[in-house]
């Protein structure tokens, strides 16, 4: 469908770990090894604090008080890290863009929506501001908002309006790949969804490669080619958007238990099912997998071991019980 | 075909508001939003109602309002027979004792300096009879009433070493120190991940059986609704547009608003885009004409631009306030 490459890389994750700085340092993105492929949408999900934020600004390189202590980003296959300051600024907006979580408030409230979208691109582009206004009504459009939101200022916009000029402002120069850090959490429901179907619609026309991170499970299944379930600072799972939603499948057990913790308007009852306890504490995880106090099929060996990321039929899963499952039906499994 | 509403018999009413508005000073130009507008309502003893809504359409408005940490401009609000609306003074401390609100905010709403015993010892102190060891033990049972265990372990720690889940119970804990009647719970998980949602609804339920507590829930999440009430009342700018028993709204929405919720809705059967693509907030201007959701209505006719429908009933137990289903 697509006419780009198939299957280029336009963003790699190798063995990326950060911590933030003490004292004393606390690790909270541990090994995490990912590749985002051109012109897709990859969902990353994740309960609040499992750090996907924190990988988003490693990958913009904007970490504020916090260090990648080991691993390696390529965007578009440059080395992120190994840029000089000038360089970085080129490439940021450019080839890669993010819309941040509390993207409402990010927006200048002294300035108009015209102002800032055309300063944005002038800086980038050597515009004159007629043609840097003209652009900025194209992308308006692009997110269906009319003309008169060029002379508005932020205050007049609703939540939803504002959202949609960030979204434009993240893709005003065209950058290959966009971030998305929950830009859609906390808007209502009916805005959510039809900021969502722009999202999809605008990604199918012009193919941007987008990192879809959100902790709404049916949100991100619903948009997402692939997604990858982090938990507690590491990817347990990689899976299609479709098998994502299908309980039926193989997954870990978090996301069986985030699949099953959808609320259902189909069924005869309401349901509300959620996974007892809580998440670690990134000071103090357990020896182990960090998923081993909520875990209704936890093993000795879980609380010995961590387990790997490992293919699993069509799935990459790192859970030693679904791994063990797997190996039994096809008659590898030792015991 | 004419149906009389006296003829159906409702639960004792504990909560019985009529023809309320709040307004606001519009932000630009002159005149008044209301983001209350007209609105009446019933909430029976021990009944959970639910209201749901875009955001903006007043739902939060109405829930301050009702548990009067707002005044109302007109209208009344009868609870047990009393119409509160504008007491003030030690008639509104006395009412604040009967009825409480639980915020949106989990992190924002607890003091971080205090531990959880000390928060919770002050009302306790102003509101039960208790005195020294007995504060400890009514604080002690306040935590164990909400899932808060080890409660002695629990009473030491601060808010910030608590996460987002325990600390909703806490201010759950909070409004309930008061030993309360009537509580609004302005969408108490919204902030909250998934994987925990499901734990503050299993404790506002059990509240609700437990304590006999009565509720109003406020969210713009049907799936909980339908979960937690035996009722949905649905709210758009300002106006109650739908209401019925929850599982009838949720599997045969009346309203053109309801239905595109629904359509919006995660786990819901619909997948595709939505039937519209409006960008614009609801208009909640006090002297609007017409229906309130006349802009982004598919069935839209002529005279919803110049008449306002009421809400009227559709059958005992259903009403819905729009030209298409009643006249
Ligand atoms: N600037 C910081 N300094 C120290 N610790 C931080 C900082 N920012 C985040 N953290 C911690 O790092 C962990 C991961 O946070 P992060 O914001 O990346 O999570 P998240 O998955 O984006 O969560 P959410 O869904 O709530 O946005 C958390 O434990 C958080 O408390
Ligand atoms: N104190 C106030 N002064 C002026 N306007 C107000 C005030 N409080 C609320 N409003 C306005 O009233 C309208 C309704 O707000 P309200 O918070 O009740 O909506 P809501 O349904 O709770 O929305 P949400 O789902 O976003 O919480 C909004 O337009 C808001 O800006
Ligand atoms: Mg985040
Ligand atoms: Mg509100």
Not at chain 1, 72 to 87: D, F, K, L
Not at chain 1, 173 to 201: A, S
């Amino acid at each position: 469908m697509s006419e780009s490459v198939p299957n280029d890389v336009v963003l790699s994750l190798r063995h990326v770990t950060i911590a933030y700085n003490g004292p004393p340092p606390v690790t909270v993105v541990r090994d995490v090894s990912l590749d985002v492929y051109s012109g897709e949408i990859l969902g990353l999900i994740g309960e609040s604090g499992s750090g996907k934020s924190t990988l988003a600004y490693a990958i913009m390189r904007i970490l504020k008080n916090g260090t990648m202590t080991s691993g390696a980003i390529t965007v578009n296959g440059r080395n992120v890290y190994g840029m000089s300051a000038e360089e970085l600024r080129r490439f940021r907006w450019r080839e890669m863009a993010m819309v941040f979580q509390t993207a409402m408030n990010a927006l200048n409230p002294v300035l108009t929506v015209g102002e800032q979208m055309v300063d944005t691109l002038q800086s980038h582009l050597s515009l004159g501001r007629r043609e840097a206004r003209a652009r900025a009504l194209e992308l308006l459009s692009l997110v269906r908002l009319d003309a008169s939101v060029l002379d508005s200022y932020p205050h007049e916009l609703s939540g939803g309006m504002r959202q949609r000029v960030v979204i434009a402002i993240a893709i005003a120069l065209n950058p290959r790949l966009v971030i998305m850090d929950e830009p859609t959490t906390g808007l209502d429901v009916v805005v959510q969804r039809t900021i969502l179907d722009e999202i999809v619609d605008i990604q199918r026309r012009h193919h941007y490669t987008i990192l879809f991170i959100s902790h709404d499970f049916p949100l991100v299944s619903s948009i997402a080619d692939r997604v990858a379930v982090m938990y507690a600072g590491q990817i347990v799972e990689i899976s299609e958007g479709r098998a994502i939603q299908d309980v039926g499948h193989v997954h870990h057990p978090y996301t069986q238990g985030l699949i099953r913790a959808v609320p259902q308007l189909i069924g005869d009852e309401p349901t509300a099912i959620g996974i007892p306890g809580n998440p670690p504490d990134p000071r103090n995880l357990p020896v182990g997998c960090a998923y081993q106090d909520r875990c209704p099929l936890v093993q000795p060996i879980c609380r010995r071991e961590g387990p790997q990321l490992t293919p699993v039929g069509d799935i990459v899963v790192a859970c030693h019980v679904v791994q063990q499952e797997e190996a039994n039906v096809h008659g590898l499994g030792s015991s | 075909m004419a149906w009389d509403p006296r003829e159906v018999s409702t639960p004792s009413v504990l909560l019985d508001v009529q023809d309320l508005v709040v307004r606001f000073p519009a932000k630009r130009g002159k005149g008044w939003i209301a983001p209350v507008n007209h609105v009446s309502l019933t909430v029976g003893h021990r009944e959970t109602i639910a209201l749901v809504g875009e955001s903006g359409s007043g739902k939060t408005t109405l829930g301050r309002t009702l548990v009067r940490l707002l005044k109302p401009h007109a209208g009344h609000i009868f609870y047990q027979g009393q119409d509160v609306a504008q007491w003030t003074g030690r008639q509104l401390s006395a009412y604040h004792r009967s009825a409480q609100l639980i915020f949106q905010d989990p992190y924002g709403s607890l003091n971080p300096v205090h531990t959880i015993g000390t928060q919770l010892a002050l009302p306790v102190r102003l509101h039960r009879p208790a005195k020294g060891a007995d504060v400890t033990a009514e604080v002690e049972a306040l935590l164990q009433d909400v899932g808060l265990t080890p409660a002695a372990e629990m009473r030491d720690k601060y808010p910030h070493e608590l996460s987002g889940g325990q600390r909703q119970r806490v201010a759950i804990a909070r409004a309930l120190a008061v030993n309360p009647e009537f509580i609004v719970a302005d969408e108490p998980i919204s902030m909250l991940d998934v994987s925990i949602r499901a734990g503050i609804l299993h404790l506002l339920q059990k509240l609700n059986r437990d304590l006999g507590l009565s509720m109003v829930y406020i969210t713009h999440d049907l799936a909980s609704a339908w979960y937690i009430a035996q009722r949905i009342l649905v709210m758009y700018a300002g106006v109650i547009v739908e209401a019925g028993p929850s599982r009838d709204v949720v599997k045969q929405p009346q309203h053109p608003y309801t239905q595109l919720l629904l359509a919006a809705s995660p786990g819901a059967q619909f997948s595709g885009p939505l039937p519209e693509r409006s960008t614009r907030p609801p208009n909640l201007a006090i002297d609007r004409v017409g229906c309130a959701f006349q802009d982004r209505c598919p069935h839209v006719m002529e005279r919803c631009r110049r008449e306002t429908p009421a809400l009227r009933h559709t059958d005992a137990s259903r009403e819905v306030a729009c030209f298409l289903h009643s006249d």
